[in-house]
């Protein structure tokens, strides 16, 4: 079992930064890949980021491109969602979820609580 907490939410305003984290509670953190999902109210948990085990290989959905970036610290087991320029669009409870690097999210197999990002015009 991989317990995630994720941290770093909060309210910003537009064109403001914010730098999520997401913790693990596994000794194995290294062999899995990382995924960030975020959901609107309403709306479906949609991917936003994605890395594999080593850092070497990540992948982005196209709205966030350019603004946000995704890397990890396996010593700390550690994913990180560096988030740049953010827009009101941006605003949701994000997850990450480990076990997968893809944009479904029937391919993770542990998912964190969530944290909020509100993002203010």
């Known amino acids: 079992q991989v317990q995630l907490v994720e941290s770093g939410g909060g309210l910003v305003q537009a064109g403001g930064s914010l730098r999520l984290s997401c913790s693990a509670s596994t000794r194995t953190f290294s062999s899995y890949a990382m995924g960030w999902f975020r959901q609107a109210p309403g709306k479906d948990r949609d991917f936003v980021a994605g890395?594999?085990?080593?850092?070497?290989?990540?992948g982005y959905a196209d709205s966030v491109k350019g603004r946000f970036s995704i890397s990890r610290d396996n010593s700390k087991n550690t994913v990180y969602l560096q988030m740049n320029s953010l827009k009101p669009d941006d605003t949701a409870v994000y997850y990450c979820?480990?076990?997968?690097?893809?944009?479904?999210?029937?391919?993770?197999?542990?998912w964190g609580q969530g944290t909020q990002v509100t993002v203010s015009s």
């Open positions: 890395i594999n085990y080593s850092g070497r290989s990540t």
């Open positions: 979820g480990a076990g997968s690097m893809r944009p479904d999210t029937k391919s993770y197999a542990y």
